[in-house]
């Protein structure tokens, strides 16, 4: 996003340092994305610098010792991250949400005084890691419908004294093994009850808690980086503290404030600015190496002239769609924030696509940070819960159909 874009939006000082302070960072996390994304290999230097900056207790409010930065103010921060190196915004994303979908987002709640008072202690240990520089992942995806919000979690918490018994298992848990903790999602176990999406419990388990083992390996097309390996959960211990949130709140957080589930937009809408100003200095002949200018053909100037109209199409949608993020959003900020999902997903890869055909063959070399920024792009849209397909599917069946109706 352009200085003046970000001045326009009357943004108080404390942030515009955390901008500037990741743009500071920036340079080192763009140099070393090449390495991240030649061996697969997770950022571990990009969060060393992450933790001395204070930023791995970005959003723990500041009464429990954190930088108490908001959901917009995240958002901006995660595509300042992903404009520098996608993999870092997107695994930085699932560090943030145990604690953005924790903090005011369960206080605007309807929970029992008993419930607000457990999680308010049990956060207070979630959190007091996070200060102390403690990674947490968030592996919801099970390879299942579970994670587009359709069935239960087949992971299981089963009720013991003092705490619960997990059992399951997760595929792409980015951050496998460079994580301290792992944020899971499962379905409370209930004797002789069908299992329900309202027993959803939230739970971190340790790195080194017996039972949990990361199998498998990770080669994938892009954000290769955020190694995404599958965890195992063998009858895994975890005391009562280790809930996130109160037993059962989950499904009402994930009804009530849907704008959880688009934090991923900010990594993404990142890479398509890098994508685009990357596509500038190459047809100036500003890359290094290849300095001969292109500028001066209508071709190129009308792929960039439509680049742009996407990018900025993407950023006012999304702009729009994170100052609505609250409590009980109306219809037409619910369908906007699906709307906004899609178009900076969908917008991302075709930025990157024209980005690579504008500028020509020598823009695809492994060298130039091009051809990773597209490969990273195509994941975007397949982010469980709300994947290109899925938002299309709501946005059209909810246009088509009023709440109940059906054509019988
Ligand atoms: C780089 C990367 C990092 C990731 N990191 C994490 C992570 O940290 N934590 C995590 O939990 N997950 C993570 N994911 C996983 C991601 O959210 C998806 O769960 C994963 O891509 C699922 O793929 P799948 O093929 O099993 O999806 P499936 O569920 O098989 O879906 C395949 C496609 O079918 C469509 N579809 C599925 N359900 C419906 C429906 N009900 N209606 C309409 N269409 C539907 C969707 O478009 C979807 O793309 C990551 C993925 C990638 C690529």
Redesign the pocket.
């Known amino acids: 996003m352009g200085r003046s874009a970000v001045r326009a939006l009357g943004l108080d000082d404390e942030v515009l340092g955390w901008l500037a302070a990741i743009d500071e960072m920036g340079p080192g996390f763009a140099e070393r994305a090449f390495r991240y994304d030649a061996e697969a290999s997770f950022p571990f230097e990009n969060y060393e610098d992450l933790r001395q900056a204070g930023f791995l207790k970005l959003c723990v409010p500041k009464r429990h010792g954190g930088l108490g930065c908001n959901y917009r103010a995240y958002m901006l921060v995660a595509q300042r991250i992903g404009f520098w190196c996608g993999t870092t915004a997107?695994t930085f994303n699932?560090h943030v949400a145990n604690s953005l979908w924790t903090a005011d987002l369960v206080d605007a709640l309807d929970l029992t005084a008993q419930e607000r008072a457990e999680h308010e202690a049990r956060r207070a240990i979630h959190y007091g890691r996070m200060v102390a520089g403690a990674i947490y992942?968030?592996?919801?995806?099970e390879?299942s419908?579970a994670?587009?919000g359709?069935s239960p979690f087949g992971s299981t918490a089963q009720r013991q004294d003092r705490g619960y018994l997990l059992n399951g298992r997760?595929?792409?848990?980015?951050l496998s093994g460079a994580a301290d903790y792992y944020g899971i999602l499962c379905t409370e176990a209930k004797a002789d009850a069908v299992a329900s999406r309202r027993d959803t419990m939230f739970v971190a388990v340790p790195a080194n808690a017996q039972g949990l083992s990361i199998v498998g390996d990770w080669d994938?097309l892009?954000?290769r980086g955020?190694v995404?390996r599958t965890l195992l959960l063998k009858d895994v211990f975890v005391p009562e503290e280790a809930q996130l949130m109160p037993r059962g709140i989950y499904i009402q957080a994930a009804t009530r404030w849907p704008h959880m589930f688009m934090t991923l937009t900010g990594t993404y809408l990142g890479v398509m600015q890098a994508a685009y100003e990357f596509t500038l200095r190459y047809l100036r002949g500003e890359v290094s190496g290849i300095r001969v200018k292109r500028r001066m053909y209508p071709t190129k100037q009308i792929a960039v002239a439509e680049m742009l109209v996407k990018l900025e199409t993407a950023f006012a949608i999304w702009l729009r769609a994170i100052a609505d993020a609250k409590l009980d959003p109306s219809e037409e900020e619910r369908v906007r924030a699906l709307a906004a999902q899609y178009t900076v997903m969908e917008h991302c890869n075709e930025v990157c696509r024209l980005a690579i055909r504008t500028c020509g063959g020598q823009s695809m070399l492994r060298s130039l940070p091009l051809e990773r920024y597209y490969r990273d792009s195509r994941?975007g849209s397949?982010?469980?819960p709300w994947?290109?397909?899925?938002c299309l599917?709501r946005l059209g069946h909810g246009a088509l159909y009023r709440k109940g109706e059906t054509d019988d």
Request: net charge negative; glycine share 4%.
């Open positions: 997107n699932m992942a968030q592996p919801f995806s390879a419908s994670a587009a359709v997760k595929i792409f848990a980015s994938p892009g954000m955020t995404s994941c397949l982010m469980l994947t290109a397909e899925i599917d």
